[in-house]
């Protein structure tokens, strides 16, 4: 049966492997038995239930939450050419009955559904005509009151298992606390449901965390280093989006706003423009996001801290979907603790505490110098292996800790002590900085012994001390003021019985994220961007979302091995035979193109597989030997040792080392092509070029009369590339 899965998963989706988990979760499927499957967001839960829906005879019904959600799965699935529809109230009367007849002439193999339609009296009379293989429930989580999401027509689904006593029932979700899962089987009657529950780690985001002193500025950063890439910023208020958003327009940058205070016309035209990448930022309340699927969103900056982790994990996580790395930049400051604060100040006293905890935590959060990962796992109750995650500002190196934490920490809590505990953390650290402003002096501060204690540090630096320490309960914001109070742990410190931590931030980042390294290594970086232009045109005209169309992932394993033949691009990860078939010649023209004019090699690594059929255990299989070969060339041409040689040594085609040589000249940026071209050589080379005016290897090498072999003036054009 795995078998099944697996060919199924390499003929239509182009993967040749199982995530984690969903080898497992799609077993449930073929052997009955109903399951509750927990992935994070990306981990690929809508595999769980396509792949057995494709090998299982029989139709799958899929209840959806969001006709949004509907629509992507099944256009997407439609573009991997498996047979799938959906019947909602945004389809025409005509669309409806073309599925109706589908569905009646057992056409599909998917059937996506609202959870009210589902148990609708009208509608079961279809679906008991047809044979079904299973329900698979997608948010699982709307059907428990517990959840974040509740939704009560998910509450209908409990009479799915009298309906159909025998149907074997999938419930999927990314957020399930203990109490929610056992929620969820017994509201859906699941039978000894399997509980299959993976890492909330995401191990491809990069969280960083700042506080916020210059934001636009702050923004702008983030932004530039993702030019071209599709990115979301949240912001607290409406405001807050209409301000930022006007002054990104103004700077130049592709920013439309989105928040609940828009009209829906215009909100729905903002969301279509992101989408479609006609746009690349949204600037949004938490208002956007739900029901977006869009797989390659490359950031999310949060210019404002949300109220809790759940918020955060659920907003940040609609970064990077695909898989590959993205970058969450949150940018906090303790003003936006009293927002919230204040925001509450309503709420009934029981729930006022649950929310003020889970504020505080996130604040813990900001201002705790601890592996982001980490926090944020051990917040959901699971652990991380690794010490060092590699991927986030704290173990990328991007914050130092500061040397005399316990000595800072103490003038800190005996300045607040020396202000009677009657200020707030701005005022505190005008006085500790040393500040000579009228109401320091006024108040006669200026004359205490912590003034101007860390007077070698900016206001700035101070304040998020501060912060810092508030995180750690060393000292509690009181009253409407803000005021700081020493807590009975901080008194610990000004005893010297226990260190807190302290950090600042280094002008350089140290290290460049591992997750970041290796999703582009051996891509092609200027083929990626051909792709994508490929890929915007191919959705414009098709009229669906490019990230349908293909996915980043999919993009750089084309812009890595850079196939040359059809059989070559079906090893690319993510590319079926469908695909394969509708785009195959496009994008393999383009490919070509590029890598004619650019000189580099194509086909990287042995492709083995012409028959279809041993699709999924085909995956190129030299792929890390030809980049060892590569590295070892890169290693001698820096020794500049003769092509010959080092083909000799790395035990490849003269042809296939001179392609190496022309990446290397062109990722080390040398002019000099020397000893590989001679100096007359060269000279001729040039003098052809400027004679031709074409820029054409060809015309080159014909006007040399063939004199001079293609290697070589590859070489050249690489060096005068890089004096242009
Ligand atoms: P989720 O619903 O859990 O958020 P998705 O089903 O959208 O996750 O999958 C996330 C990404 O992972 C998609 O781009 C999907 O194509 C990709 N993916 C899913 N399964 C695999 C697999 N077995 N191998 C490689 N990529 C996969």
Redesign the pocket.
Known sequence: MTENIREA?ARY?G?G???PL?KQAMECISRRQDSIVV?????????CFQAPAVTEPGLAVVVSPLISLMKDQVDALSEYGVPAGRIDSSLSFDEQRSVFTQIHNKKLKLLYLAPERLVSGRFLEVLRKVKLSFVAIDEAHCVSMWGHDFRPEYRQLGSLKKIFPDITIGAYT?TATDQVRSDIAEQLHLEKPVMLIGSFDRANLVYKVRQRDNRIKQVCAVLDRHKGESGIIYCIRRKDVDSLCAQLAGCRYSVVPYHAGMADADRKRNQDLFINEKVETIVATIAFGMGI?K?NVRYVIHTGMPKSLEHYQQESGRAG???LEAECCLFYSGGDYGTWTYLMRDMEPEAQEIAMTKLSRMYSYCTGGVCRHKAILRYFGQDLEKTDCEACDVCLGELSRVDDALATGQKILSCIVRLDERFGGNYTALVLAGSREKRIIENKHDELSTYALLSDYSKDTVHNWIEQLVGQDYIEKMGEYNVLNVTAKGWQVLKGKETPRLLRPVQKPVKVSKVTVDSWDGVDRGLFEALRKLRAAIARKRKIPAYIVF?D?ALRDMARRRPSTPEGFLQV??VGEKKCEQYGQAVLAVIKDYCLANSLEMDVGAYTRTVSAQLQVNKPKTRSKVSKARQVAFDLFEQRISIKEVAESVDRAESTTAQYLVEYIGREKITDPYPWVDEQTFGRIVEAMQQVGDGRMKSIFDLLNGEIDYNQIRISFACLNNNA
């Open positions: 998963l989706w993967y492997d199982f995530l969903q992935l994070p967001t990306g981990g690929g839960k809508s595999l990314a699927d797989s979907r695909d898989g996915g992932a990860k993510g």
